[in-house]
């Protein structure tokens, strides 16, 4: 990964594409100007729908030339870190609700060598990552119930997200925000301090591998809207 900067970046949740065909969907969203690739893995159980697990974020990892944004909706984590450092995860991000002991998955995911993120579900309050702050690269603000793409954004995750982008202050993390991101939501959740916007059905909406400028027209009206 590069240097952090807290410049915009559009990161589009392949939970959106064509579970066929990964690889290509990879190229076109990152041809069409993503910034970052969002991989959505969830387990039946921390949340009520199934994706995918390492093998297949090994079989992306080569297509990807940004970063790969692993967001873990699973429960334990500790005994898949190991795996997903293999597979080539960039950052790693678990959730606060996983289990009892976050902090030590957080060291183990750094320890494994990835930057380390930590999610929040909209019923956690802000302060539940307060004093995890020093062990983290992003927080992850959840503006959806995780488990499914194309829910709608729920409002009064924009305090939250203030509260956190004040809590974080200087610190390098990123502070990113999942569900329901389109060329509406985007300017409130930037204006309320985001950095990096995850979109799913609002860039893969109405496009193809072979109609990825769609993708384009998408990413850059979600760029735009937030930037605006
Ligand atoms: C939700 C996932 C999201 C999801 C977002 O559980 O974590 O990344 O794909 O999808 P949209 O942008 O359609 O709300
Ligand atoms: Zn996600």
């Known amino acids: 990964m590069t240097a952090f900067d807290r410049t915009l970046k559009i990161a589009p949740s392949i939970l959106s594409a064509d ?11 990152e041809a069409q100007g993503a910034d970052w690739v969002h991989v959505d893995v969830m387990d039946g159980h921390f949340v009520p729908n199934i994706t995918f697990g390492p093998q297949l974020v090994r079989a992306i990892r080569p297509h990807v030339k940004t970063v790969m944004d692993v967001h873990l909706m699973i429960a334990p984590v500790d005994p898949y870190i ?5 597979a080539g995860a960039d950052i790693l991000t678990a959730h606060v609700e996983a289990g009892p002991h976050v902090h030590r998955t957080l060291q183990a995911i750094r320890a494994a060598g990835m930057k380390a993120g930590v999610a929040l579900n909209p019923g956690t309050p802000a302060e539940a990552v ?10 992850l603000a959840m503006t959806v119930n995780p488990g499914f793409g ?31 991101v389109d060329a509406t939501t985007a300017p409130l959740v930037a204006r309320a301090g985001a950095d990096a916007l995850v979109a799913g059905s609002a860039v893969f909406r109405g496009g193809s591998v072979e109609e990825a400028q769609i993708y384009g027209e998408n990413i850059a009206a979600i760029r735009a809207a937030a930037q605006g």
């Open 19 to 29: 579970f066929a065909a990964f690889g290509a969907e990879v190229r076109a969203i």
């Open 82 to 86: 190991d795996a997903f450092a293999d």
């Open 130 to 139: 307060a004093p995890l702050l020093d062990d983290v690269d992003l927080v």
């Open 150 to 180: 194309g829910q709608k954004f729920i409002h009064p995750m924009l305090d939250k997200i203030a509260a956190l982008r004040g809590m974080i202050g200087d610190r390098k993390i990123h502070l990113e925000v999942d569900g329901g």
